[in-house]
């Protein structure tokens, strides 16, 4: 009895000498994520509506919401964009990037959670030898032995390691949805940027045909001494300006169909399924939610809180990881000259081993400053990352509305030049007035076609963005 106390004895004291360790150095000195406050509405730019007024905890407890099932893009009513979208999350590679990440994290987590059982281990082993320089026969040896350590986890080090294999795996999962988020917005992009040059070009080819019928007019009248041959020039230089602009217009489609290649992994979008124009583009409801269930819904957002939650894991693991610890092992084995005897005299051995690392005193403290300094630096990340998440959908929102207002001018604005167009090019063909003022009015209503169907553009872009912006579709 009195031996057994007294190997105790080293025990008890390395139990001592790590609670005074971890009641001074495993809790940060501040901690720039323990109030974070958010608007309580999103003011689209006032800033009183937009000051920090209500308080949110920064604990992820949603489940993962998955991207595919939120199906946001389906507000637009656009089938060809749904067969996109399917078609870039089952073929991107970045999504398979992702998806592997996902399982080596998994398995990551399955490593950490081993360590906290015992470790088998075995071997089995045969030689022979006998001197070159004689005739004796061979000596044989075999052996055998199967050996089993354990770690005991006496101040959770092992269960903080795992923890933190478990938040990284949770976090990985996140990023894989977050990356499907921005597959998503990219390939709805690409859509409606092609949907903007296709019917860009169309335009430009009308005016291009118009043109040159204006300009046969011309020649027409040039020819019964009707007009000057400055009349000419003028009718053949907006020609081969509408050229220009038409050769423009079809490198950027070449561009924007080679990005969307890339998105589909090399394989090109059917020319037949490419929106034609933003006709029949539709702006969709949605429903904004509110500023404090931002963290629970961006996918970016609630994997930075959980890499914060295992920022503020590594003091802990740090510090535990200078405290004493208990490692247990033993062994069976045994050895024979027959490999038939090589079992028949097992050997157990037992044993136990405590190491103090916490004698490394002045590295101990600045591991554990080090890790608390990381923390710090990752809460004020984090902190900058969802105030910056906010900013992107209080502007999204403020957009949305501005761009409606935007779409509705410039529609009244083409409506106008059309009509002024039309009443100039009677006027010319009456005598009443010269060709380059029809010429004017006939580029003014072709800017602000354009200048329609870029709003046009805008808008749905921005619906995209404000989608990205807060985590997908509200519920």
Known sequence: MKKTMKALHPLLLSAALGAVLTACAT?????????????????????????????????VTAPVADIRADAWWQGFADPNLDRLVARVLDSNTDMASAGLKLQRARAQAGLASADLWPQANGSASASGSRSIDSSDDWSRS????????????????LRGQRDIAQWEAQATAQDLQSTALILVGQSAELYWQLGYLN???????????RLQRTASLVQAQFNAGGVSRLEVRQAQQNIESQKAAQSQLEQQRVETRNALTVLLDGQPWPLAEEPQNLDVAHSPALAEGTPAELL???????????????SLKSIKVTATSY??????????????????????????????????????????????????????????????????ALSEVDNALSARTRLAE????????HDEAVEIARLYEVRYRAGATDLRTWLEAEQTRRNAELSLAQTKRSQLLNDVTLYKALGGAAT
Do not use: C
């Open 27 to 59: 809790t940060p000195s501040a901690d720039p994520a323990a109030d974070l406050r958010v608007p309580a509405v999103y003011g689209r730019g006032d800033a009183a509506a937009n000051a920090p007024v209500q308080a949110i905890e920064h604990e």
């Open 142 to 157: 075999n052996s055998a032995s199967v050996s089993l350590g354990w770690e005991l986890d006496l101040w959770g080090k």
């Open 199 to 209: 019917q860009a070009i169309a335009t430009g080819q009308a005016n291009l045909e």
């Open 296 to 310: 629970a819904r961006r996918p970016d957002l609630r994997a930075a809180e959980l890499r914060l939650r295992q």
């Open 323 to 388: 405290y004493p610890s208990l490692s247990l092992s033993g062994s069976v084995g045994s050895s024979s000259t027959s490999l038939g005897d090589v079992l028949s005299n097992p050997v157990a051995t037992l044993g136990a081993g405590l190491s103090l690392p916490f004698l490394k005193f002045r590295q101990m403290q600045l591991d554990i400053k080090s890790a608390d300094l990381s923390y710090q630096i990752a809460a004020n990340d984090f902190r900058r990352t969802l105030y910056t």
């Open 406 to 413: 935007q779409v509705a001018a410039a529609q009244a604005s």
